[in-house]
């Protein structure tokens, strides 16, 4: 069975602190992906990465940069966290090309 | 405009009932097609995976994808309660770097 995993399911962190939300695939997928899920505004790209070491901004990177250091493992980094960055955070990992994507359970972080 | 347009519902029927969800989509590049589930406060679940046009069909589930009209569809005969769900659709490119873009996604409640 396929698998992306997230670290925490639920975090709290104040504003200012350094923030890491980590995720594993053992799918051997070359593709990985940060997105994150507010009401009314559905599934937005942060950043992706399709090779180690590779990163590619997606549609809303401000504030947030990203490690993949190996290939099974895309790390999501909140330099210093704001109350605006409370959401839903979604890993995501796929092959190189054909759309098959697959995504964690999840990690609902809260900024207070 | 959005390039993914999925109405966001609630879609409400009784038990039993076969259900249709849809998304129109406007950049005829799109080359592969998803259905994922996703129940509250989880990650998303793929539930169907369609390249180009046709029909796939998976126990309950039926996608359609018309490549001609730009329409997508998910069918779900014999709907459950445990069906209840949002429903996104989302498509990608024949690119390397696999990016997905989403629907809204459906909200699905399903009655007994």
């Known amino acids: 069975d396929v698998k992306v995993t997230q670290s925490s399911r639920y975090l709290v962190k104040r504003t200012g602190e350094k923030v890491f939300l980590e995720c594993v695939q053992d799918?051997?997928?070359?593709?990985m992906f940060w997105y994150r899920q507010d009401p009314g505004l559905g599934l937005r790209l942060i950043y992706f990465?399709?090779?180690?070491?590779?990163?590619e901004k997606g549609d809303i990177p401000e504030g947030y940069s990203v490690s993949r250091e190996k290939k099974e493992r895309f790390s999501l980094i909140l330099e210093s966290a704001s109350t605006n960055q409370t959401s839903m955070y979604l890993c995501?990992?796929?092959?190189?090309?054909?759309?098959?994507?697959?995504f964690g359970a999840g990690t609902r972080l809260s900024v207070l | 405009q959005k390039e993914v347009e999925q109405d966001p519902g609630p879609l409400s029927v009784p038990e039993g009932a076969i259900v249709s969800l849809n998304c129109t989509y406007s950049n005829s590049a799109f080359q592969y097609f998803m259905w994922y589930r996703q129940y509250s406060r989880k990650g998303p679940e793929l539930l169907m995976y369609t390249y180009s046009s046709g029909n796939k069909e998976d126990g309950r589930f039926t996608a359609q994808v018309d490549k001609s009209s730009k329409y997508i569809s998910l069918f779900i005969r014999d709907s459950q309660p445990s069906d209840s769900a949002t429903y996104l659709c989302a498509m990608s490119f024949m690119e390397y770097g696999n990016k997905l873009v989403f629907g809204a996604g459906t909200i699905l409640r399903v009655k007994s």
């Open positions: 799918m051997d997928h070359e593709n």
């Open positions: 995501a990992s796929s092959p190189p090309l054909g759309g098959r994507t697959y």
């Open positions: 990465s399709y090779d180690v070491k590779m990163k």
